[in-house]
């Protein structure tokens, strides 16, 4: 009996049953790990900046609204960067498997 690895055997249960939404949320969590932390850090410049509001307190505020900005043109450049790194890759694995293919079928043909 062939040996898995963990991501193999996560790939076939996710086949056989489904994926839950709790599941897939930490999947691609683990694919892009910049894109929660950009999220992180909206959320909290967007309470800062309602705790900036509510006392008074403009300055605090208006930095922490910029924070939000920042943080979340981040978040969006992480989902853009992190599509395109996917799509290369998967790209890649194409061409192998291709040219893998192709190799095979020159050396069994005479």
């Not at 909206?42 to 309602?50: G, M, S, V």
């Amino acid at each position: 009996m062939p040996e898995y690895t963990r991501e193999e055997l996560d790939n076939m249960r996710i086949a056989l049953e489904g994926e839950s939404a709790w599941d897939r949320m930490k999947r691609k969590s683990r694919e892009e790990p910049l894109v929660p932390a950009g999220v992180a850090l909206t959320c909290f410049a967007l309470i800062a900046a309602t705790v900036g509001v509510r006392t008074g307190n403009r300055a605090y505020a208006n930095n922490m609204f910029r924070l939000r900005v920042a943080a979340q043109s981040f978040t969006v450049m992480a989902m853009v960067g992190g599509s395109l790194y996917y799509t290369h890759k998967e790209n890649q694995a194409k061409a192998a498997a291709a040219a893998a293919a192709a190799a095979s079928k020159d050396e069994s043909s005479p």
